[in-house]
């Protein structure tokens, strides 16, 4: 912690560098690593279970999300006309 105070100071101001945050994670992440342990758990208690599994969904592919943008613009350009 003390060599990312030194470095960045005490407070990060994200507009003057918002590129800090991810420049931290990528230079101290062995920090993280040490802490979480071996096992990546940290040592303590384990969450809570998964939830049970759902219905089936059909797996959404480029396809229908580049249909539903093209159905969104026209949306859009139907309210500018009306608005204008």
């Known amino acids: 912690m003390e060599a990312i105070k ?3 100071g ?3 101001d994200l507009d003057k560098s918002p590129n800090a945050v991810i420049e931290i994670i990528h230079n ?8 979480a342990g ?3 758990t940290g040592g303590g208690p384990g969450g809570p279970p998964p939830p049970p599994p759902g219905p ?3 797996d959404v592919g480029t396809p229908a999300i580049l249909n539903l943008l ?3 613009q026209r949306e859009v350009r139907a309210l ?4 204008k």
């Not at 101290?28 to 802490?35: G, I």
């Open 38 to 40: 071996p096992d990546g």
């Open 56 to 58: 089936a969904r059909p």
């Open 28 to 35: 101290y992440r062995h920090l993280l690593d040490e802490v």
């Open 80 to 83: 500018n006309a009306k608005v």
């Open 6 to 8: 030194k470095r960045y």
């Open 70 to 72: 093209l159905e969104l």
């Open 10 to 12: 005490r407070v990060i």
